[in-house]
């Protein structure tokens, strides 16, 4: 029986991936600052799917309470899947924003998906199985079209994916980065902003029940709204045409000063 551990679980994407994990017969570990929300999911989840389900309530911006997390990740019994998606936004622009919000947003978009792919991944590399799923963002392909820094936290989730799977993916590991777009759930309401109000919005159920296609499908990057898979296609070909051009050992012509 395989153990998934999920962060951000008493809400929105991270709950309906407990449901559909457990659904599919994985035991769980929940995680969130809500505990009331997180006992509700785990005595649904029981009851339902005869799974077992154990809470870790931690503010995961917290230093002591993430360490909890990451210990079960690495000294605990065995967890077979990470679905790193706790994430949040802020309303503002960089400049704007006072830099204690600025450092937990850092923090929880950023730093924790980081220290907890690399709690888990320790383990999963010396047992030579294993999945980390991490929860982007298109607007990390857009930053310009949005104020603050969340396009650049989600930029990161796809980039720190990319190094995970090169790294792990020879060792029985499998990395998947989840890039939605807009979708309904708290977090539009968290930030200030009426997801009614939003043109085009995905129900959370379609966004997780495309993940899961893609994670069957085996692939590094599942981006549940794009039509068209040539344009994901085309962008990594440019990228890796770009690296043949960046070793140059002299700083290119443009850049030369005139003698
Ligand atoms: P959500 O409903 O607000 O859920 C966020 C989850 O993260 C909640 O379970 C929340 O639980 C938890 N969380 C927040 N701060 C935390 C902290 N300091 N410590 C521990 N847990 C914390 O939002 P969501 O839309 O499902 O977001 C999930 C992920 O999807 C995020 O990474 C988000 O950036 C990404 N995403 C969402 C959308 C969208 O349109 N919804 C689009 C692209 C990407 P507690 O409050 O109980 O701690």
Same mark, same amino acid.
Request: charged content about 20%; cysteine-free; glycine content about 6%.
């Given at each position: 029986m395989s153990t998934a551990l999920i962060t951000g679980a008493s809400s929105g994407i991270g709950a309906v991936y407990a449901r559909k994990f457990a659904s599919r017969g994985h035991d769980l570990v929940l995680v969130a600052r809500t505990t009331q929300k997180l006992e509700d999911l785990a005595a649904e989840l029981r009851a339902a799917?005869?799974?077992?389900? #154990? @809470?870790?309530?931690?503010?995961? @911006?917290?230093?002591?309470?993430?360490?909890?997390? #990451?210990?079960?990740?690495?000294?605990?019994?065995? @967890?077979?899947?990470?679905?790193?998606?706790?994430?949040?936004? @802020?309303?503002?622009?960089?400049? #704007?924003?006072?830099?204690?919000?600025? #450092?937990?947003?850092?923090?929880?978009?950023?730093?924790?998906?980081?220290?907890?792919?690399?709690?888990?991944?320790s383990g999963m590399a010396r047992r030579g199985t294993g999945t980390i799923i991490n929860i982007g963002s298109v607007v990390g392909f857009m930053p310009e079209h949005f104020s603050g820094i969340y396009a650049a936290t989600k930029s990161y989730i796809l980039t720190l994916s990319q190094s995970l799977a090169a790294e792990l993916g020879n060792r029985g590991v499998h990395v998947q980065a989840v890039v939605p777009a807009a979708t309904r759930t708290a977090i539009w309401e968290r930030s200030g902003v009426d997801a009614n109000t939003l043109p085009n919005l995905m129900e959370v159920d379609d966004l997780v029940d495309a993940a899961l296609v893609g994670l069957d499908r085996k692939e590094l990057v599942t981006i549940p709204p794009l039509g068209d898979e040539a344009l994901w296609q085309n962008l990594e070909s440019a990228r890796h045409g770009l690296l043949g051009g960046l070793g140059g050992t002299k700083p290119a012509e443009r850049y030369r000063l005139e003698k």
């Open positions: 799917y005869g799974v077992k389900v #154990e @809470i870790l309530t931690a503010d995961l @911006i917290n230093a002591t309470q993430r360490q909890t997390v #990451e210990n079960r990740l690495r000294d605990g019994s065995p @967890i077979d899947v990470l679905v790193n998606n706790a994430g949040g936004n @802020i309303a503002g622009t960089i400049a #704007e924003t006072n830099p204690v919000d600025l #450092e937990k947003l850092v923090t929880l978009n950023v730093t924790v998906p980081t220290l907890l792919a690399a709690a888990a991944a």
